[in-house]
Nanobody, 113 residues
Framework: QVQLVESGGGLVQAGGSLRLSCAAS????????MGWYRQAEGKQRELVAR???????NYAESVKGRFVISRDDAKKMVYLQMNSLKPEDTAVYYC???????WGRGTQVTVSP
C-alpha cells in the first residue's frame, strides 16, 4: 500500500525558510514522478513543484527562484526547500506521486507577516 508522509511544516515569519520532507513507501520510488501541491484556505489545490524520475523539475510561477524540489531515490524521500517565504505561501502542503495518483495527508505551513 502506498504511503506518503510529510513533515517539516510549521510557523515562520515572512522572509524565512522551511524544508518539507516526504517519506514514500509502497511504490517503486525511482520510477515515479514526485511533487508537492498546496491548498490555501478557500482556494483550490495547486501544483507547487514536480520532479520527474530523471530529475527534471518544474515549478509554479509564484515559487520560481524561491523553492527547490529534490529527491533522494536511495532513501525514498522528496524534499521542498522553501526560501523567502511570503504570507501568500500559507497553505497545507501535500506530497504526491504520479499524475498525481496518491496523496499524503498534508502538512501546514503558516507564514506570518
Amino acid at each position: 500500500q502506498v504511503q506518503l508522509v510529510e513533515s517539516g511544516g510549521g510557523l515562520v515569519q515572512a522572509g524565512g525558510s522551511l524544508r518539507l520532507s516526504c517519506a514514500a513507501s509502497g511504490i517503486i520510488f525511482n520510477l515515479n514522478a514526485m511533487g508537492w501541491y498546496r491548498q490555501a484556505e478557500g482556494k483550490q489545490r495547486e501544483l507547487v513543484a514536480r520532479i520527474l524520475s530523471g530529475g527534471t523539475t518544474n515549478y509554479a510561477e509564484s515559487v520560481k527562484g524561491r523553492f527547490v524540489i529534490s529527491r533522494d531515490d536511495a532513501k525514498k524521500m522528496v524534499y521542498l526547500q522553501m526560501n523567502s517565504l511570503k504570507p501568500e505561501d500559507t497553505a497545507v502542503y501535500y506530497c504526491v506521486t504520479g499524475a498525481p495518483s496518491f496523496w499524503g495527508r498534508g502538512t501546514q505551513v503558516t507564514v506570518s507577516p
